[in-house]
């Protein structure tokens, strides 16, 4: 088993009562950090953070609305002190469709939580990170943001906006001792690959040279290498987690 030393450290998990956010709270938790896992289904983040044990706490929080992503902030602070780490990993894939279809309240749920969620999230955590002088953030991108796929417009521009936004927060906060980093996976065995169309799982596979679906769990030990004091020399970066399928 893999597993990081995150003694100390106070760690804030955006959607992770499920998929690659429950993964990642559990490796962050296993190795020794204390996780606040917020999640649009408050119910849902209770009962990860009951299952994960005494180090966590489960926050009801709609990364939609700003306003409840700072006070789940300042919820998890009170209880395990200020954010060492952030991860973003609220997101959903939006329906299926061709562009023609897709209407301007779908453009707008799927950017609003994909995009909106992890700029409000990042925001809510970087002031007290940086009077403290030490924060690592990991927002979780898509090769969706890099590549585009095809029945995904908003999903893909959502994605490319959170590449977008951790280039430039990484600059922004460089030399403050906050690091700033994405991943872009390739399809993981998760809820949100589950509930896509097969049209849809079978292209983004078949672009796949490992030919596979990540596990949440690879996709944790990457966010948690990130997140770690291992990563000294990257800020702005996104790193591909994708069976081969990026190659820029
Ligand atoms: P998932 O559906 O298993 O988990 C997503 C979590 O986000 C859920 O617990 C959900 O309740 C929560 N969430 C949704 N809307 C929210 C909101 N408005 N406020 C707060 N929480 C909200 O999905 P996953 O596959 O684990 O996805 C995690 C992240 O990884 C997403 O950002 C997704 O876009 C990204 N991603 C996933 C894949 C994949 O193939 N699964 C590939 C690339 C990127």
Redesign the pocket.
């Known amino acids: 088993m893999i597993t990081y030393d995150f003694s100390g450290r106070s760690a804030v998990i ?10 990642t709270a559990r490796l962050l938790a296993s190795s020794g950090a204390r996780v606040a896992i ?4 408050g119910a ?2 209770e009962a ?1 953070a009951g299952a994960i044990g005494e180090n966590a706490l489960g926050v009801g ?5 700003s306003a ?2 700072n006070a789940a902030v300042s919820r998890a602070a009170e209880q395990h002190g200020p954010a060492d780490i952030l991860v ?6 939006g329906r299926s469709l061709r562009t023609v279809e897709v209407d301007d309240a779908e453009w707008e749920r799927v950017n ?3 995009a909106n ?2 700029f409000y999230a990042m925001r809510a955590v970087l002031g007290a990170m940086l009077e403290r002088g030490y924060g690592r953030i990991v ?6 943001g890099k590549e585009g796929n095809p029945m995904a417009a908003a ?1 893909s521009a ?2 490319a906006a ?1 590449i977008g936004m951790t280039k430039s927060v990484g600059k922004d906060v460089a030399g403050s001792g906050v690091l700033v980093n994405c ?11 589950a ?2 169309t097969e049209e849809h799982v079978t292209y ?1 596979l078949s672009r796949v040279p490992l030919a596979r ?2 596990t ?1 769990e690879e ?1 944790a030990i990457a966010i948690c290498w990130l997140a770690s004091d291992a990563m000294t020399f990257s800020t702005g970066a996104a790193f591909d ?1 994708s069976g081969g399928r990026l190659t820029y």
């Open positions: 955006t959607g992770g009562a499920s998929g690659i956010g429950l993964a917020l999640d649009v289904d849902e983040a990860a929080a709609d990364v939609r609305a409840d992503v973003c990993c609220a997101g959903i894939a609003a939580v994909n969620g992890t927002n979780v991108a898509s090769v969706a999903y959502s994605k959170v991943i872009a996976p390739a399809p993981v065995a998760t809820p949100m690959v509930g896509l983004m679906l990540a949440p996709a987690l």
